[in-house]
Nanobody, 124 residues
């Protein structure tokens, strides 16, 4: 399975971007799909995730109310709609897939596959 993230780019403060992450090859519905980001000079941090088998969504506090994660199982694709962007949202965004039954979608070590990342820049 390979993951390909896209949709990054330049947005203004208060603007929106929609990221996509497409999986090549069959990705079982049991896989959780998540988004992480890595700001310049900082560690990778959790943004949002959707559990396997439609097992709900989880968001970082920084994403709640502004970002929405969704999944199209027919297309093997997960999306991250980002609204009301802030300068601190600027980062390389990565998507990951993993069999996560603990509910700990926020831990990178539970993800088995990663995309290469897409850069989000937010200008004021």
């Amino acid at each position: 399975v390979q993951l390909q993230a896209s949709g990054g780019g330049l947005a203004q403060v208060g603007g929106s971007l929609r990221l996509s992450c497409a999986a090549s090859g069959r990705l079982a519905d049991s896989y959780a799909l998540g988004w992480f980001r890595q700001p310049p000079g900082k560690a990778r941090e959790f943004v949002a995730a959707t559990g396997g088998y439609g097992g709900g969504t989880s968001y970082a506090d920084s994403a709640k109310g502004r970002f929405t994660i969704s999944r199209d199982t027919a297309k093997n694709t997960v999306y991250l709609q980002m609204d009301s962007l802030k300068p601190e949202d600027a980062a390389v965004y990565y998507c990951g897939a993993g069999l996560i039954y603990s509910g700990r979608y926020d831990l990178p070590r539970f993800y088995d596959y990663w995309g290469k990342g897409t850069l989000v820049t937010v200008s004021s």
